[in-house]
């Protein structure tokens, strides 16, 4: 099998690290999941079983499988964020280009999900402008989409913070949480971020 074009690769900027899952992230990443199961449930599609059921460490081994599967194909590039705290990684989040498709389209949507912990600090935006710039450099990408439902203010911030373009009103376009939910779709091409020398050039002035 083949890899994803420019995956894997780990992205830094300041304490944010963003790199592929290890196997010994299961305590984290179930800590985090389990902790912040409020904050999530109601934005992601997941299958009608108990929250704990859905992110036990048997859970976590699954996806991680299933994430290196979709990497080894080319069709995902799969990142744990984590934040480098006294010298230590300390998993917050995650972040995915899925559904890349090449040649004449070259473009991916990226999904993520940020502890709420350390919400508010600037580490999703980041997270995304890493990811942004990745895809149009060594991921050879031309467009990254992102899709999000009207109601999630805090999702909608990130990627009007970073200048997303909205796109358009998907009626009915995913099932979470048990109903067809409304999304809005927002995007980038290279071409917005070029004259910027990228989404993270753009990210720093804007937060400096």
């Not at 899952?21 to 449930?41: C, S």
């Not at 460490?57 to 995902?76: D, L, N, P, V």
């Not at 989040?93 to 999900?113: D, E, K, P, Q, T």
């Not at 992102?146 to 909608?156: A, L, Q, T």
């Amino acid at each position: 099998m083949t890899s994803a074009v420019g995956y894997p690769a780990v992205l830094t900027d300041g304490n944010v690290v963003l790199r592929p899952y290890r196997r010994g992230d299961a305590g984290q990443w179930v800590e985090v999941r389990t902790y912040n199961e409020a904050w999530l449930r109601q934005w992601e599609a997941t299958p009608p079983a108990p929250w704990a059921e859905l992110n036990s460490t048997a859970a976590f081994h699954m996806i991680r499988r299933a994430m290196r599967k979709g990497a080894r194909q080319g069709e995902s590039m799969p990142f744990a964020i984590c934040v480098r705290e006294q010298g230590r990684e300390r998993l917050v989040g995650h972040i995915n280009l899925g559904s890349i498709v090449r040649r004449a389209f070259s473009s991916a949507y990226c999904g993520y999900w940020i502890d709420s912990r350390v919400a508010g600090r600037g580490i999703m935006p980041t997270a995304l402008a890493l990811v942004v710039d990745h895809a149009f450099g060594p991921g050879r990408l031309h467009r990254v989409e992102v899709n999000i439902r009207p109601e999630n203010k805090p999702s909608r911030r990130v990627v009007e913070k970073l200048g997303f373009r909205e796109e358009g009103y998907h009626p009915h376009y995913m099932f979470i949480d048990g109903a067809w939910r409304d999304h809005i779709g927002y995007a980038l091409t290279w071409e917005d971020v070029a004259t910027d020398g990228g989404l993270m050039a753009r990210w720093r002035r804007r937060r400096g």
